[in-house]
């Protein structure tokens, strides 16, 4: 469990020809933002890059141009692993996701380079940058730009900023330090308009994602656990399907109960195709100690899981026994 150096990274990197960059599953904006950021700054030094996402992103983010360099609905397996000298893979906490046979295929492994901030990362990389106290993998790409100097031209500062403002809702989770300095150089440098590009954008909601926080406020409930209030709520597929959500829809369903008075955990189950996806938040408590018992994981303040269909009802019954088993842990 050790980190390669920046430079050693970089220079493997700059011998490469070509190398595929898989945006996450259910992408969010900061593996948008880190993976786009890293094409660019790979192309300019005369490296191919194919940029690919299995799954679609959320409304909103569809409007940055640089969406237009992905190829949607393109999976690992669909290419032929030996066209590239690395798979690159960004904001991947864990790549359990992939097929079995891509990760115990040895031959692929000496081809990973995994840059991540997620604590749950097990450096599954032949090189490996895991940085999990900073809040954003587009924060990681950032100190690794500087170090190796990388020039921070405005579509570069755009593409690291849409992770940072994303992933910290423009700073507000993690080290707030560390993402409002990065936020104001980058703003800065790119002559960038933050308001029009980045918070009008980022904080639009799209209406089938209003009304799916309409579904959760009506199935809201709250229960005590020690002294503690915990809130949840479930959407089914019933409910929400005539409004059109996809994977990455969902994740911010949760948005809507983060502002809850008096409440210090929250997590809301979204039924899906086969599975229940589940997300937890909480300002104080390490929501980690509960994903991580249903096969996910994620960051302290806000992490998520995915299970088989189920009784949606039954499984909140479930997760509130394991809440009431281990407690409420503070972060700090
Ligand atoms: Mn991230």
């Not at 390669?4 to 996450?24: D, F, G, M, T, Y």
């Not at 046979?101 to 380079?113: D, S």
């Not at 031209?153 to 990065?182: H, M, P, Q, V, W």
């Not at 809440?323 to 842990?329: A, C, F, Q, R």
Request: hydrophobic fraction near 35%; include cysteine; proline fraction near 2%.
């Amino acid at each position: 469990m050790k980190n390669n150096s920046i430079e050693e990274i970089w220079n493997e990197l700059k011998k490469a020809k070509k190398v595929l960059i898989p945006l996450h599953p259910r992408p969010d904006g900061d593996s948008l933002g880190s993976c786009v950021a890293m094409s660019y700054a790979l192309k300019k030094i005369g490296i191919k890059v194919e940029l690919i996402s299995k799954d679609k992103l959320s409304e909103n983010l569809n409007d940055y141009n640089f969406v237009k360099e992905v190829k949607f609905g393109k999976d690992i397996n669909d290419f032929n692993l030996n066209d590239f000298d690395f798979i690159v893979f960004l904001d991947h906490g864990t790549l359990k996701d992939y097929s079995n046979e891509f990760q115990e295929n040895g031959r692929v492994k000496g081809k990973i380079i995994n840059i991540d901030h997620h604590d749950t990362n097990n450096y599954y990389g032949k090189f490996n940058y895991v940085i999990p106290n900073l809040p954003s993998c587009c924060s990681i790409l950032f100190n690794i730009f500087e170090t190796v100097g990388v020039e921070f031209d405005k579509e570069l500062c755009r593409r690291i900023l849409l992770g940072i403002c994303t992933d910290t809702n423009f700073g507000e989770y993690g080290d707030s330090a560390d993402s409002f300095e990065k936020m104001f150089f980058l703003i800065k440098k790119g002559k960038i308009n933050f308001q029009k590009e980045f918070v009008n954008v980022i904080n639009s909601t799209p209406w089938k994602i209003k009304k799916l926080h309409g579904i959760l406020l009506t199935n809201m409930e709250k229960k005590s656990v020690g002294k503690y209030t915990i809130a949840y709520s479930w959407a089914t597929k019933n409910e929400y399907d005539k409004h059109g959500l996809n994977y990455s829809d969902v994740r911010l369903g949760i948005v809507c109960m983060q502002d809850i008075k008096g409440v210090d955990l929250i997590f809301t189950l979204t039924e899906m195709e086969n599975e229940i996806k589940g997300s937890f938040r909480s300002k104080g408590f390490d929501t980690t100690i509960y994903s991580k018992e249903f096969g996910g994981g994620g960051h302290k303040q806000a992490s998520a899981f995915t299970v088989d269909k189920q009784d949606i009802k039954k499984l909140a019954n479930k997760i509130i026994k394991v809440i009431e088993e281990k407690g409420l842990v503070q972060t700090e």
